[in-house]
């Protein structure tokens, strides 16, 4: 883990992550209910932009790989210091809870911790419970995703998956975007406090 010495601007330096906007163009996952909806790909595109700049901001260097092919995204994670896939649920127009998976059984220590600290800060920013599963932390769910099974092959510390919200619990487009991008700045804040070793962070950049 990374020493948190150093200015707070730059306590990412020297480290990688890698996020993974999840679905593509072709396979864009789930649907919303309104009429401007735009596909969840496009919302997980949003919220990996807006990650990323903040973690740039921080010293990190962000990589973004792309496409459709799981166990070759999952498996970019070799190298990096944590590995983040963005996501969004639908299910029966309801939002219900946030959560966060990392991979069944082979999921690492780290990847359990920083799953539990995007969850919770993610729930407190969108005001949503945290799904609880039998012996997982709040919000934390196990589950067998191809792309989490190959990250946690790497050497990658902490590999999770974050399902923000249900987007199908909205009315627009606008509401939907404004969302997502308060989740995705849980997520940032979530993954620097977690690679800063505890370090607060609290100032916006
Ligand atoms: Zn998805």
């Known amino acids: 883990m990374p020493s948190a010495s150093g200015p707070a601007h730059a306590c990412l330096a020297g480290l990688r992550v890698v996020l993974d906007p999840g679905h593509s163009p072709e396979r864009p996952g789930a649907s919303g209910r309104a009429p401007d909806f735009p596909r969840e790909h496009e919302l997980n595109e949003l919220q990996a932009d807006w990650v990323a700049r903040r973690l740039a901001a921080f010293g990190a260097t962000v990589e973004i790989p792309g496409g459709d092919d799981l166990a070759r995204i999952g498996r970019c994670a070799n ?22 998976c990392v991979a069944s059984r082979s999921a690492s220590t780290g990847s359990v911790e920083l799953a539990a600290a995007i969850a919770a800060r993610v729930g407190a920013a969108l005001k949503l419970p ?26 990658c510390p902490a590999c999770v998956l974050v399902e923000s919200y249900f987007v199908d ?15 995705a700045d ?16 609290l100032d916006r950049t």
């Open 79 to 100: 190298g990096a210091d944590c590995f983040v896939s963005l996501h969004h649920n639908a299910f029966d127009g309801r939002d219900h809870h946030t959560f966060v």
């Open 186 to 201: 849980a997520i940032a804040e979530a993954v620097i406090g977690w690679l800063c070793q505890g370090l607060t962070v």
């Open 130 to 155: 945290l799904r609880k599963d039998a012996g997982c932390p709040p919000g934390v769910v196990h589950q067998s995703l191809a792309v989490l099974r190959a990250a946690e092959l790497t050497d």
């Open 169 to 183: 619990a909205y009315g627009s487009l606008r509401e939907c975007e404004a969302r997502s991008l308060r989740a």
